[in-house]
């Protein structure tokens, strides 16, 4: 596997664990209304990571 390609697993991965932390959040916010600024945090985590994932492509 060469360097791009790993980086490009790496990246997927933290990608798919960062939408899955939102997941968790939504589902936790619904039965007991976590606060905005955590939400927000986790959503921008998210953004950071896919746009970094979509520049290596």
Do not use: C, H
Not at 26 to 35: E, G, P, T, Y
């Amino acid at each position: 596997m060469n360097y791009k390609t790993k980086n490009f697993q790496e990246l997927r991965n933290e990608v798919v664990d960062k939408f899955m932390a939102l997941v968790e959040l939504q589902k936790i916010d619904r039965a007991a209304k976590v606060d905005g600024p955590t939400i927000q945090v986790a959503v921008d985590d998210f953004e950071a990571v896919l746009s970094k994932w979509k520049r290596l492509k």
